[in-house]
């Protein structure tokens, strides 16, 4: 695990569109793994910037996002592929972008389809995530065991709570997604984890020095060989 703390916010975003940058000049039909929530606006915006400017393309690219709610139709605008629509494909040329999809009728069938898709696509190249405070990742919560297949999880109250500033009350805020698992996740070939802000200087701390514990499910990544965490000097700030 490799870790940047940078001074500003803004700085992550830059640093981890420049890591897209390198892997889509590298490999132009790339398979890219994409997350939802506050941390990756910026970096999303700085992506869109730089495909106006011409340096990035997305059209042999596919993208696949982590995870998606239960029950919030598309037409949501908090449901992740609203979020995803906003703050990034409307405005830059990628044409194949995938979500678990959260309305399906058999939602261990549609876990099951997507681990296919990916590896159909022949597996994520470039993995973006954030984590959770209380650390998860995708909705991969804490628990007594490390759940590895995409699956359908129950949000924990500590997410539902967290979510919650999206919504109009905490009861609107689903309390099941689908989720790629964590093997999937551990299965990308680089993993870019982004976090910012003192609110996840804690679980940063148990991620990058705590034991390896599915009750913190990001201490799992540094038994992977290749992960990027950009953090903030807030984010950063309880690391010795
Ligand atoms: C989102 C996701 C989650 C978020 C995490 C942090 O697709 O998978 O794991 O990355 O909850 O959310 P923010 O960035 O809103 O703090």
Redesign the pocket.
Known sequence: MVVHVFDQASQVAEAAAAVFTAQLLEKPDSVLGL??????VDTYAELIRLHEHGVLDFSRATSF???EYVGLPPSHPES?IAFMKRNLFDRINLKRSYLPNGMAGDLERECLNYEALIREAGGVDLQL?????NG????NEPGESFVFDTNLTALTPS?IH??RRFFDSEEQVPRQAL?MGIGTILQARHILLLALGQG?AEVVKGMVEGSITPQVPASILRGHPRVTVLLDRAAASLLS
Not at 35 to 40: E, L, M, R
Not at 136 to 139: A, K
């Open positions: 997350a939802t929530g506050s941390t990756p996002n982590l995870d992740y995530l954030g984590i959770g405070n998860h990742i995708g909705f997410t967290a979510n989720s996840k």
